[in-house]
């Protein structure tokens, strides 16, 4: 037998040449391209064939024709005509219909066989209930739990929405690396959640092998962060707050040991702005200047990450800038994001850009760009922010073209990026002395976090301390 995939593996592992994890790449690309090791060494059980359901027995013809089905899809493999396993277990096959299209489907009853000893059943797990008639304690089977109402779907898309996207990946990365340094050291001999009790001097360890590795502290953490989710998600024992103190001591000593190295990201003040905005107008009339020009404008006024106006690799219309999040009034221009890292239960955010006449004025750059943006017929869940081929405009993309500009105009491109108009925006509102509560509104700062992105220049430190001389 060998490993079948629809997946363009080679593709897949191009998509993925910057991800950080390059063990889970390789394991995932070359587990697709030559079969994942079940982690299963042998099945001690003896083989077991089940009866098949009533409904397959009433409608032999039906189950034949599915199968095949299933078999020219490649789907099922067989017949065989000597077994490939010499150990195994069939499990019985019945016929379903769709309670409103009437359509038949198989269905697998992995439940059995019941109160069999020497074969256990997939889903002969119990949880203890309260009893809704009594205080005595009722047994109830999970998978019936499970099915209840139909639920499982909706809760599982619960948890899916439970944390943000990015978290989710970092979180699943996290505890990916935890199973396979369990893996490594023994702990565990195979890839079986039920059976994993998570406890303090596992995390410990972990800790350590992560420090080992050279990651960084925040990504550590990130990761025990991680590992407890997951736990939480999939029922998984994990230790109480007050069982991991000596974890917390040696993340402690992680960092103590590690140096913070945090590269300077230098703002985009409104002078580079206007040096930025100069050189893409008198360079061309191509509509991609024009569209990094809005760009530009909109993410200093509005006080934007770059995340909020470009897409990481596909666009999502739920998530995404729209034509339609762009509105013209008489006296300003609104901008509808739909997420943001300080809306976190998605509510929206709506960004007022005014007329402020200059040579730099968002609602001017916003309705000249639009106009511009309508010439292509564009449907209102279309990207707003497009290059030439139609395609939505990546951070990537965005980056790139910034830099290059900035390196035109003879400006050091290495120590800025998407951030740096943020930064530039907070940065320019207290030079120009705006009050500081109005700093926090227009940047949708909650805290006084957004001192951090103000840059006081040394002239300003200088001329502080001969203040001090004159205070007597």
């Known amino acids: 037998m060998i490993a079948d995939t629809p997946i363009n593996v080679d593709r897949l592992r191009y998509e993925l040449r910057d991800h950080p994890d390059r063990h889970f790449v390789e394991y995932l690309c070359d587990g697709l391209t030559y079969g994942f090791d079940t982690l299963v060494p042998d099945i001690p059980l003896p083989s077991k064939v089940c009866k098949n359901l009533q409904s397959a027995l009433k409608d032999s013809d039906t189950v034949t024709e599915l199968i095949h089905k299933e078999v020219i899809k490649g789907f099922l493999q067989g017949p065989f005509h000597a077994l490939p396993f010499s150990s195994y277990r069939v499990s019985p096959i019945g016929v379903a219909y769709g309670k409103y299209s009437g359509k038949p489907r198989l269905i697998v009853d992995l439940s059995s066989p019941h109160e069999d000893d020497d074969h256990p059943s997939f889903t002969d797990g119990e949880v203890p209930q309260v009893s809704s008639r009594g205080q005595q304690p009722a047994v109830c089977r999970t998978n019936s739990i499970r099915g209840f109402l139909g639920l499982t779907p909706i809760v599982d898309n619960l948890w899916e929405t439970a944390i943000a996207p990015n978290t989710k990946q970092a979180y699943y990365t996290g505890f990916n690396n935890f199973i396979r340094f369990l893996l490594l050291a023994g702990i565990l001999t195979d890839v079986k959640l039920s059976d994993l009790q998570v406890s303090e001097d596992m995390l410990i360890y972990f800790v350590a092998h992560c420090y080992n590795s050279d990651l960084a502290y925040s990504t550590i953490k990130l990761y025990v962060c991680g590992i407890k989710f997951m736990c939480l998600k999939h029922n998984i024992p994990f230790p109480g707050v007050d069982g ?137 869940h279309d990207p707003l922010f497009v290059v030439q081929n139609g395609q939505a405009l990546t951070r990537s993309i965005f980056i790139s073209k910034f830099k290059h500009t900035l390196q035109c105009i003879g400006i050091n491109s290495e120590l800025y990026n998407g951030h740096s108009f943020r930064i530039g925006a907070a940065t320019s509102a207290a030079a120009a002395h705006v009050e500081d509560h109005l700093i926090k509104v227009l940047g949708r700062w909650s805290s006084d976090a957004y001192c951090r992105y103000i840059k006081t220049p040394q002239s300003c430190l200088r001329d502080a301390q001969i203040a001090l001389t004159n205070s007597s």
């Open 244 to 380: 991991l103190s000596r974890m917390h001591a040696i993340l402690g000593g992680v960092k103590r040991s590690r140096r913070k190295i945090s590269k300077p990201r230098y703002p985009v003040t409104f002078n580079i702005l206007k040096d930025v905005i100069g050189y893409l107008r008198k360079t061309s009339h191509l509509f991609e200047d024009l569209m990094m020009r809005t760009a530009c404008i909109v993410a200093f006024f509005g006080f934007l990450r770059c995340g909020e106006f470009t897409v990481g690799t596909s666009f999502d219309y739920t998530q995404h800038l729209c034509v339609s999040d762009l509105i013209v009034s008489d006296e300003y221009v609104m901008l509808h994001l739909k997420k943001s890292k300080t809306d976190p239960f998605r509510e929206g955010v709506k960004i007022k850009l005014f007329k402020v006449g200059g040579i730099i004025c968002p609602y001017a750059a916003c309705c000249e760009y639009l106009s511009a943006r309508m010439q292509f017929s564009p449907a209102s």
